[in-house]
T-cell receptor
Framework: AQKVTQAQTEISVVEKEDVTLDCVYETRDTTYYLFWYKQPPSGELVFLIR??????QNEISGRYSWNFQKSTSSFNFTITASQVVDSAVYFC???????????FGAGTTVTVRA | GAVVSQHPSWVICKSGTSVKIECRSLDFQATTMFWYRQFPKQSLMLMAT?????????EQGVEKDKFLINHASLTLSTLTVTSAHPEDSSFYICSARLLAKNIQYFGAGTRLSVL
């Protein structure tokens, strides 16, 4: 069963628009970790954020913000005032306690047009 | 901090030859590293978990004799694709787990083309 669902395959926006990437996860564990990674065209996965299941505080880092909602099993990611350099594939991932393997979503390709 | 180096970034080889890919954690020790395979426009597929000083744990459907993993030190894991065939052509990417933060940091990946 797929543990992480990223329903949006591709999103295309014009520069300076905001873009929100959805991530819905599924787990029976009470302790788990959620991640977002960015994969630019170069291929390397860049770590963006880790959130554990006990910390529901939303987080903001520059133009990036994350909304963690346990009630809906969602961990959405918003890029504010998008820039061309934000063009990449973004992956949401889940790690369950005691396992530490990452279950990745299918990824969302974001294209920001100038 | 938390830099992972993967080498080579690109390799082309003839069918039947073996190829070794290295994954190094440059500024931290990693008892656990992971090897993934990624097909074009797809997500990452975990191949195996590399444990320092012990045998790797392979995911279902991954041939351990085909993909040899060695994790001889706390900063180096290697993946050897033995007797490579064109169907092994893919993007292979490694990660190293930073224990203190429970975060996997990834290498830049290796693009393997088998002719």
């Amino acid at each position: 069963a797929q543990k992480v669902t990223q329903a949006q395959t591709e999103i295309s926006v014009v520069e300076k628009e905001d873009v929100t990437l959805d991530c819905v996860y599924e787990t029976r564990d009470t302790t788990y970790y959620l991640f977002w990674y960015k994969q630019p065209p170069s291929g390397e996965l860049v770590f963006l954020i880790r959130r554990n299941s006990f910390d529901e505080q939303n987080e903001i880092s520059g133009r990036y913000s994350w909304n963690f909602q346990k009630s809906t099993s969602s961990f959405n990611f918003t890029i504010t005032a998008s820039q061309v350099v934000d063009s990449a594939v973004y992956f949401c991932a889940l790690s369950e306690a005691g396992d530490y393997k990452l279950s990745f979503g299918a990824g969302t390709t974001v294209t920001v047009r100038a | 901090g938390a830099v992972v180096s993967q080498h080579p970034s690109w390799v082309i080889c003839k069918s039947g030859t073996s190829v070794k890919i290295e994954c190094r954690s440059l500024d931290f020790q990693a008892t656990t590293m992971f090897w993934y395979r990624q097909f074009p426009k797809q997500s990452l597929m975990l191949m195996a978990t590399s444990n320092e000083g012990s045998k790797a744990t392979y995911e279902q459907g991954v041939e351990k004799d085909k993909f040899l993993i060695n994790h001889a030190s706390l900063t180096l894991s290697t993946l050897t694709v033995t007797s490579a065939h064109p169907e092994d052509s893919s993007f292979y990417i490694c990660s190293a787990r930073l224990l203190a933060k429970n975060i996997q940091y990834f290498g830049a990946g290796t693009r393997l083309s088998v002719l």
